[in-house]
């Protein structure tokens, strides 16, 4: 079932929205050569805490952290370690916050210094995917008008989207239904409508769409150990045109 969110509900999940964002920033602002991805979770913790709100993925289903940092063909739920960034990896950061009872959900994909070519487009196109989805956040499309848009970009643009894992609802629960996978036919599934609240996030591989879950139970690869990206947002179903939440 979709839970539809009230007027009161929504001004929450602002909130919330508003500092996921602001975590993002501040971590992208933050990513250098020689900082590890343990220094990045706390980072993002003390800000959510400082803020006055949790870091919604530490204890979720047991992840050990606060933030999932996947670097280069890790695609996602790469754990924060003693690892260091380095010059010339691409490093996605998805943030989750819980704000009285409701949730906010976001990622990014930063490249740290010089990148090749090819994932500065990977990059580019992941973003521009999730914008291309967004045009059917709109109460006369249904819910995989999203999919289909998402799919065929990534795909036109000759990178691969990720089957396996998927976008969702988010509201008090972090993963609420729908699902919202990033391919598949158009015209299906539910008619959207005011007050419904989506996670929607692309996540686009170089080359094959094959991942695997690496034996620490958390951390997807890419199955050709090609680059991966993730783009994320927390958005809202409107009267009108969709609103981000996770976007300052
Ligand atoms: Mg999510």
Known sequence: MIVIKSDHEIKI???AGKVTAQVLEKLGNALKPGITTLELDKIAEEEIIRQNMFPAFKGYNGFPASICVSINEQVVHGIPSERMIREG???SIDVGVRYQGYHGDAARTFSVGAVT??????IQVTEKSFFEGLKYCKKEFRLSDISNAIQNYVESEG???VKDFVGHGIGRDMHEDPQIPNYGKPGRGPRLAEGMVFAIEPMVNAGTDQVTVLLDNWTVVTDDAKLSAHYENTVLITDGEPEILTII
């Open 13 to 15: 999940m602002r909130e």
């Open 89 to 91: 990896d691409i490093v």
């Open 117 to 122: 070519d090819e994932a500065k487009k990977l």
């Open 159 to 161: 990178f691969s989207i």
